[in-house]
Every structure is written in structure tokens, then in C-alpha cells.
């Protein structure tokens, strides 16, 4: 008989496995300690996250992170995965409903997640669940090796501290994704390396990547010196940090209406990676969920 319970942090990375064996990106590389990383990024809470048990084994989980994002106190999925003989039970749903009376009861406003375009069944799920698709997130790839053959710019690049990325959150175009907000360097700040360029002594653009996640966070450059090769000058400095076993730079979640980034990136030899939907559902107290 299945139950629903808070996640068991010690059944999660096996659960983890079984469940995206068959995912379209391959995740059989993820290690526990990879794993909780992550979730430590995303501001996982394991007593409002949903694990599905049959028995002692974990068959399903809910992943639920919660950090204001977006103007807003906001829940995020940080993964949801069930071992393919419970799916097609509705499992997904049941945890989801579940969750949403104590995330309204704790003050949250908004659920936020991300889905793969071509994942049609899991879109259909959230929509039954009340989640509208607001944007398309895209991702790239590119090779270390390529940018590090860039020729060198003028612009001074070094290591930089948080209060020098703060200065440009209000330089970014768009809100970013959950997985790459702002808040993350103060989060997990041992985990992010923060790489700025200098007119004179004067910041004019910052990157912030995670080595241990290999994910590129953010690219801003001050408005005053874009189309300028800044970025540029920032991603081939960052590739040169990187230990020679990581050939790729993974940029994940690209804003899919801000063409002038993603030309950007493929013009660097980028390949494309995946394309996500960002889906977005409101809580409220008059919620029936969180009635019943």
C-alpha cells in the first residue's frame, strides 16, 4: 500500500536513479553527494518535500525547495520522479496535493517548476494541477577547449567577491530561472566562483558558476559595455579556471525571448542542449487544497 510522507534523505539518491534511468538527459552520472548539493542550491526543505513508499522503498518524491524568487515568497520542484512501475497511478498529482496546504500555511505564494518541451504527459500533469506555462527556458553546451583558443580582450578579469555580483542584479534583462537566482552565492557561497571584468577599476560585467555542479549561474554585463566582447572576455576566463576534466560549459536557462543571449552563446560554439518550459502555479489561502 502506498503512503505519502516528508523524504527520507537516506532512500533519495537510489529513488533518484531509478526514476530518471529512462530520463532524456543522462543522469546516471549523478552522485549523492552531487545530488544533495544541488537540492542544497535550490533551498530544498526535506519535511515540506513529498516521498511516495511502498513499504521501507521510496517509489516517488517531490522534490520542494522554498526562497523568494520572482517578487515573491515561492515553492519550486526541484525534481519529481517516480520509479516506472507506479506511474500512470497519479502519483505525481497526489503529491503535489499533498505539499500545497503547508506551503499556502507557510506564507508561500507561487509554485514554480520546469519541464522539458517534449515531455507531453508531465505537462499535461501540471496543467491538471494548475500550473501555466509563462516562458520557454533554452540551454547550450559548449567546449572549454574552444573558448580558451579565444583571443585574448583587453579587460582585466579576476576573482570577485558577492558584493560585487549584487551590484549588477539590477543590470540583468530578465528574472532568472529558480535553479540560477540570484540568492544562490549567498547560499552556497564555498560552491561559486565569481569572475568579474574591470574598465580601470570600475566592475563592467560578472560570471558565477558552480564547479561542483559544472553550471553556469549567470553572464551580466553593465548595459554601458555590451557588444564590447565583455562577455566574452569573462567565459574564456572562466574556462581557463576549469580543471582539464571538464571539456564542457553547460549555460542552462537562457530567457527563449532574449535572442541577442542565445546568438551570443552559438556564436561562441555553443550546440543547443535542451528546451525547458517554466511553469507557474498561485497559492492562496482560498486555495481548495488548502480548505480541505
Known amino acids: 500500500m502506498l503512503t505519502l510522507g516528508p523524504v527520507t534523505r537516506e532512500r533519495l539518491h537510489d529513488a533518484f536513479l531509478e526514476a530518471f534511468a529512462d530520463y532524456a538527459m543522462d543522469t546516471s552520472g549523478t552522485t549523492e553527494e552531487g545530488l ?65 496546504p503547508t506551503l499556502s500555511a507557510r506564507g508561500v505564494k507561487q509554485f514554480a517548476l520546469e519541464v522539458l518541451q517534449g515531455n507531453e504527459p508531465a505537462i499535461k500533469a501540471y496543467q491538471t494541477s494548475g500550473f501555466d506555462i509563462r516562458r520557454t527556458l533554452t540551454s547550450y553546451v559548449g567546449s572549454t577547449q574552444t573558448l580558451n583558443a ?106 527563449g525571448s532574449d535572442r541577442g543571449m542565445q546568438l551570443f552563446f552559438t556564436d561562441l560554439g555553443f550546440s543547443h542542449l535542451i528546451d525547458q518550459y517554466e511553469m507557474l502555479r498561485e497559492i492562496g489561502q482560498d486555495d481548495p487544497a488548502h480548505r480541505r
Do not use: C
Not at 522554498?66 to 515553492?75: E, K, L, M, S
Open 150 to 255: 579565444l583571443p585574448e580582450s583587453g579587460w582585466t578579469i579576476r576573482r570577485a567577491d558577492r558584493a560585487t555580483f549584487d551590484r549588477f542584479v539590477a543590470q540583468a534583462d530578465w528574472e532568472p530561472s529558480f535553479e540560477n537566482r540570484f540568492t544562490i552565492p549567498a547560499l552556497i557561497p564555498e560552491q561559486v566562483m565569481i569572475l568579474a571584468a574591470f574598465d580601470g577599476i570600475e566592475p563592467i560585467g560578472v560570471v558565477t558558476y558552480s564547479p561542483p555542479l559544472h553550471w553556469l549561474l549567470s553572464l551580466i554585463v553593465r548595459r554601458t559595455h555590451r557588444r564590447r566582447g565583455v562577455g566574452t572576455a569573462l567565459l574564456r576566463s572562466l574556462a581557463g579556471e576549469l580543471r582539464e576534466d571538464r571539456p564542457k560549459l553547460a549555460a542552462i536557462n537562457i530567457d
Open 36 to 100: 544533495l548539493l544541488r537540492m542544497k542550491k535550490n533551498a530544498v526543505d526535506y519535511d515540506l518535500s513529498v516521498g511516495a513508499y511502498n513499504g521501507p522503498e521510496m517509489v516517488g518524491f517531490t522534490l520542494i525547495g522554498v526562497d523568494r524568487w520572482n517578487g515573491a515568497v515561492t515553492a519550486y520542484d526541484a525534481g519529481t520522479g517516480i520509479v516506472p512501475a507506479f506511474r500512470g497511478q497519479g502519483l505525481a498529482h497526489r503529491m503535489f496535493d499533498h505539499a500545497l
